[in-house]
C-alpha cells in the first residue's frame, strides 16, 4: 500500500517566529494585565512546552519551540492575553496536559504559549444536579479524588488519565475507555466558557444554561468548538455531568488461539446489550507479543495465547454480578478462556501505566533499542475492523524493511458505544527518535498517509479521538470532510480573522489565501 496516497505538499503560506521586536512589545503590554511570575520567557520554561508525545525528529526541537508562555488563572485573564495576540497579530497556542498525539499543543510558528495548568478550581459541585464545575486545567484523577468523598465519579478516563487536562479533552473531543458505560467527552462535558480568537468570550452548550443536558434552541454550538485542537480559541471553565461511583467492577480478560475467534467474541460482548458494560478491548497476535516481550507494566501472559479480548462492567454490585454472569455464558459458547482474577484485574487496573513507561523496541535485526511510542487511530466498523487489521501492519511492515527506526507494537480495537457500531482501532508504532533524521521522517509521514488512507477506503475516519491535524494524515481530511473542510475554512476565517490561533493546523491557513479550489480537489483525489 506504500505510496498510494502520495500528495503534493500542500502549498499553505508560511510564517516565521514572531519577530523580536514583536515579542518585545507583547511581553510588555504583558505586563499590565499578569504578574511577572504569569510570563515566562527563560529558555526552560518555552522547552518544556514545545513538546508532547508524538515523536518528531530531536534535531528540528528548535522549530518548535515558543517566545515566551504565560500561565492565565481566570477566563477574563485569558481574554485579555488573546486581545493582545490578535491586536499584534501574535501566534498564540493552547497547552493543556500536552498529553495530545497530533501535535495540537506544540507551536509550529511560536508566539505565546497559554499554559492553563493553574486554572485547576473546582468552582461549584451541585450534588443535587450532579454536576460540577471546573477550571479547564483540572485533570480527572484530581478531580475524581474530591468527588469520590460525595460518591460521585466524572468517568471520563483516556489512557493518559492522570496527566491530560479537562481542556484538553475539550479541545480533542477526547475518547474514554469506558465510554461505552459512560459516553466520551463531547458527552459529559455540559457547557463551557470559551475565549475566541478575537479576545471575546462565549459561553457555549445545549441552550444558555450550563447545565442543560439537551436544547433544541439554535445550532448545537458545543460541538463546533470540541475537537478543534486550539485553532478556535481557549475553553477557560466547564460544567461536566457527574454520576455515581460505581459499587463494583468486573474486568475480566480472556485468551483464544487466533485472532478471527476474539474479534467474533469481542463483537458478542458488545452487542449482547448488557446494561453496565463499559467496553471491550480486543488485542492482536502482534499487541501480545509486545506487551509479553517489552512492557515492564504488564502482567505476562501464557505463550500460547495469540489474542486477548478484555472487557470491563461498572455499576452496582448485583447488576455487574448479574451482567458479568451473561458475560461468561458468551464466552463459554465462543471458546474464550478466562485468565483468572489476577491477571484481569491487574492489567485493567494498569490500563493508566504504560501511558508513562519507559519503553524499548527492536530493530529488524532484533537490536534492542529506546524507542519512543506512537500510535495512528481511527474510527471502524465492526464489520471492517480485520480489514485495517491487515492493512496497517502491512503499511508498518514496509517501513520497518527500509529501516530500523520503527517498529510494530501491534493493535488495539475499543468500542466505541455500547453497541459495538465502531472500533477505536490504533496500531501502536516504535520509533527510535535518535535516528529519525528528515529522510525515516518523510517515511513516516507517507506511511500516516496511507494509514488515513486505508480507514478512509473502508469507510472509517481518519480519527476517533487523537485528531487528525499533524502531517501526514492531515492531507486526507479534505477528503475525508468533503463541503465540511469548506465549512471549517469559512468558520476559521470568520472567528479568528488574523489567523493568530494555532495557525498552521488542520490546513487552515487555506482560509486566508484566494482561490484554493485546485489544490482542495487534489487532496480530495479530484484531479
Given at each position: 500500500?506504500?505510496?498510494?496516497?502520495?500528495?503534493?505538499?500542500p502549498?499553505?503560506?508560511?510564517?516565521?517566529?514572531?519577530?523580536?521586536?514583536?515579542i518585545?512589545?507583547?511581553?510588555?503590554r504583558?505586563?499590565?494585565?499578569?504578574?511577572?511570575?504569569?510570563i515566562?520567557?527563560?529558555?526552560t520554561?518555552?522547552?518544556?512546552?514545545?513538546?508532547?508525545?508524538?515523536?518528531?525528529?530531536?534535531h528540528?526541537?528548535?522549530?518548535?519551540?515558543?517566545?515566551?508562555?504565560?500561565?492565565?488563572e481566570s477566563?477574563?485573564?485569558v481574554?485579555?492575553?488573546?486581545?493582545?495576540?490578535?491586536?499584534?497579530?501574535?501566534?498564540?497556542?493552547?497547552?493543556?496536559?500536552?498529553?495530545?498525539?497530533?501535535?495540537?499543543?506544540?507551536?509550529?510558528?511560536?508566539?505565546?504559549?497559554?499554559?492553563?495548568?493553574?486554572m485547576?478550581?473546582?468552582?461549584?459541585?451541585?450534588?443535587?444536579?450532579?454536576?460540577?464545575?471546573?477550571?479547564?486545567?483540572?485533570?480527572?484523577?484530581?478531580?475524581?479524588?474530591?468527588?469520590?468523598?460525595?460518591?460521585?465519579?466524572?468517568?471520563?478516563?483516556?489512557?493518559?488519565?492522570?496527566?491530560?487536562?479537562?481542556g484538553?479533552?475539550?479541545?480533542t473531543s477526547?475518547w474514554?475507555?469506558?465510554?461505552?458505560?459512560?459516553g466520551?467527552?463531547?458527552?459529559?462535558?455540559?457547557?463551557?466558557?470559551?475565549?475566541?480568537?478575537?479576545?471575546?468570550?462565549l459561553?457555549?452548550?445545549?441552550?444558555?444554561?450550563?447545565?442543560?443536558?439537551?436544547?433544541?434552541?439554535?445550532y448545537?454550538?458545543?460541538?463546533?468548538?470540541?475537537?478543534?485542537?486550539?485553532t478556535?480559541?481557549?475553553?477557560?471553565?466547564?460544567?461536566?455531568?457527574?454520576?455515581?461511583?460505581?459499587?463494583?467492577?468486573l474486568?475480566?480478560?480472556?485468551?483464544f488461539?487466533?485472532?478471527?475467534?476474539?474479534?467474533r467474541?469481542?463483537?458478542?460482548?458488545?452487542?449482547?446489550?448488557?446494561?453496565?458494560?463499559?467496553?471491550?478491548?480486543?488485542?492482536?497476535?502482534?499487541?501480545?507479543?509486545?506487551?509479553?516481550?517489552d512492557?515492564?507494566?504488564y502482567?505476562?501472559q501464557?505463550?500460547?495465547v495469540?489474542?486477548?479480548?478484555?472487557?470491563?462492567?461498572?455499576?452496582?454490585?448485583?447488576?455487574?454480578?448479574v451482567?458479568?454472569?451473561?458475560?461468561?455464558?458468551?464466552?463459554?459458547?465462543?471458546?474464550?478462556?478466562?485468565l483468572?482474577?489476577?491477571?484481569?484485574?491487574?492489567?485493567?487496573?494498569?490500563?493508566?501505566?504504560?501511558?508513562?513507561?519507559?519503553?524499548?523496541?527492536?530493530?529488524?535485526?532484533?537490536?534492542?533499542?529506546?524507542?519512543?511510542?506512537?500510535?495512528?487511530?481511527?474510527?471502524?466498523?465492526?464489520?471492517?475492523?480485520p480489514?485495517?487489521?491487515?492493512?496497517?501492519h502491512?503499511?508498518?511492515?514496509?517501513?520497518?524493511?527500509?529501516?530500523?527506526?520503527?517498529?510494530d507494537?501491534g493493535?488495539?480495537?475499543?468500542?466505541?458505544a455500547?453497541?459495538?457500531?465502531?472500533?477505536?482501532?490504533?496500531i501502536?508504532?516504535?520509533?527510535?527518535?535518535?535516528r529519525?533524521?528528515?529522510?525515516a521522517?518523510?517515511?513516516?509521514?507517507?506511511?500516516?498517509?496511507?494509514?488515513?488512507?486505508?480507514?478512509?477506503?473502508?469507510?472509517?475516519?481518519?480519527?476517533?479521538?487523537?485528531?487528525?491535524?499533524?502531517?501526514?494524515?492531515?492531507?486526507?481530511?479534505?477528503?475525508?470532510?468533503?463541503?465540511?473542510?469548506?465549512?471549517?475554512?469559512?468558520v476559521k476565517?470568520?472567528?479568528?480573522?488574523?489567523?493568530?490561533?494555532?495557525?498552521?493546523k488542520?490546513?487552515?491557513d487555506?482560509?486566508?489565501?484566494?482561490?484554493?479550489?485546485a489544490?482542495?480537489?487534489?487532496?480530495?483525489?479530484?484531479?
Amino acid at each position: 500500500m506504500t505510496g498510494e496516497t502520495e500528495l503534493a505538499t500542500p502549498t499553505v503560506s508560511t510564517l516565521e517566529h514572531p519577530p523580536t521586536d514583536l515579542i518585545d512589545r507583547v511581553v510588555e503590554r504583558l505586563h499590565g494585565v499578569l504578574r511577572p511570575d504569569q510570563i515566562l520567557t527563560g529558555k526552560t520554561d518555552r522547552y518544556n512546552r514545545a513538546r508532547v508525545p508524538a515523536p518528531f525528529p530531536v534535531h528540528r526541537w528548535r522549530e518548535r519551540v515558543p517566545d515566551l508562555a504565560v500561565l492565565p488563572e481566570s477566563t477574563e485573564e485569558v481574554a485579555a492575553v488573546v486581545r493582545i495576540a490578535n491586536e499584534l497579530k501574535c501566534p498564540v497556542v493552547p497547552r493543556d496536559g500536552g498529553t495530545g498525539l497530533t501535535d495540537g499543543a506544540v507551536p509550529l510558528r511560536g508566539g505565546i504559549v497559554v499554559d492553563v495548568k493553574r486554572m485547576n478550581r473546582i468552582h461549584e459541585l451541585d450534588l443535587e444536579n450532579r454536576t460540577v464545575t471546573v477550571g479547564t486545567g483540572i485533570n480527572m484523577l484530581k478531580l475524581n479524588e474530591v468527588l469520590g468523598r460525595h460518591g460521585l465519579i466524572y468517568p471520563d478516563d483516556p489512557a493518559s488519565y492522570p496527566c491530560s487536562l479537562v481542556g484538553g479533552r475539550i479541545g480533542t473531543s477526547g475518547w474514554s475507555l469506558i465510554g461505552a458505560r459512560y459516553g466520551h467527552t463531547r458527552d459529559l462535558v455540559l457547557s463551557f466558557d470559551f475565549v475566541l480568537p478575537t479576545g471575546e468570550i462565549l459561553h457555549v452548550g445545549d441552550g444558555i444554561g450550563r447545565k442543560i443536558s439537551k436544547s433544541s434552541s439554535g445550532y448545537q454550538l458545543k460541538h463546533l468548538f470540541m475537537g478543534h485542537q486550539g485553532t478556535l480559541g481557549i475553553a477557560t471553565k466547564a460544567t461536566l455531568k457527574l454520576y455515581p461511583k460505581p459499587e463494583a467492577e468486573l474486568s475480566p480478560f480472556w485468551a483464544f488461539d487466533d485472532y478471527d475467534a476474539a474479534y467474533r467474541f469481542t463483537g458478542a460482548l458488545a452487542r449482547a446489550g448488557v446494561a453496565t458494560f463499559a467496553g471491550a478491548v480486543l488485542f492482536d497476535e502482534w499487541k501480545v507479543a509486545y506487551l509479553r516481550r517489552d512492557d515492564e507494566a504488564y502482567i505476562p501472559q501464557p505463550a500460547d495465547v495469540r489474542a486477548l479480548t478484555c472487557a470491563v462492567l461498572y455499576g452496582w454490585e448485583d447488576e455487574v454480578r448479574v451482567g458479568g454472569k451473561r458475560l461468561f455464558r458468551i464466552a463459554k459458547e465462543h471458546g474464550a478462556r478466562y485468565l483468572g482474577d489476577e491477571i484481569s484485574e491487574g492489567d485493567w487496573a494498569a490500563r493508566h501505566d504504560r501511558y508513562a513507561t519507559p519503553l524499548h523496541g527492536r530493530t529488524k535485526s532484533g537490536q534492542v533499542v529506546p524507542m519512543s511510542w506512537h500510535c495512528e487511530d481511527a474510527a471502524v466498523n465492526y464489520t471492517d475492523v480485520p480489514a485495517v487489521t491487515k492493512a496497517w501492519h502491512e503499511i508498518v511492515a514496509d517501513l520497518r524493511r527500509r529501516t530500523d527506526v520503527f517498529d510494530d507494537w501491534g493493535m488495539f480495537a475499543y468500542t466505541s458505544a455500547d453497541t459495538g457500531v465502531d472500533y477505536l482501532t490504533e496500531i501502536d508504532v516504535g520509533i527510535w527518535e535518535q535516528r529519525l533524521d528528515d529522510a525515516a521522517w518523510a517515511m513516516w509521514v507517507q506511511a500516516k498517509r496511507d494509514i488515513a488512507a486505508a480507514a478512509l477506503a473502508h469507510g472509517g475516519s481518519i480519527s476517533a479521538c487523537h485528531g487528525s491535524c499533524r502531517e501526514g494524515e492531515v492531507d486526507l481530511v479534505p477528503r475525508e470532510l468533503g463541503r465540511g473542510f469548506d465549512v471549517m475554512l469559512g468558520v476559521k476565517r470568520m472567528l479568528d480573522p488574523n489567523n493568530i490561533m494555532n495557525p498552521g493546523k488542520y490546513l487552515l491557513d487555506f482560509a486566508y489565501q484566494g482561490d484554493v479550489s485546485a489544490q482542495l480537489d487534489e487532496l480530495r483525489g479530484i484531479r
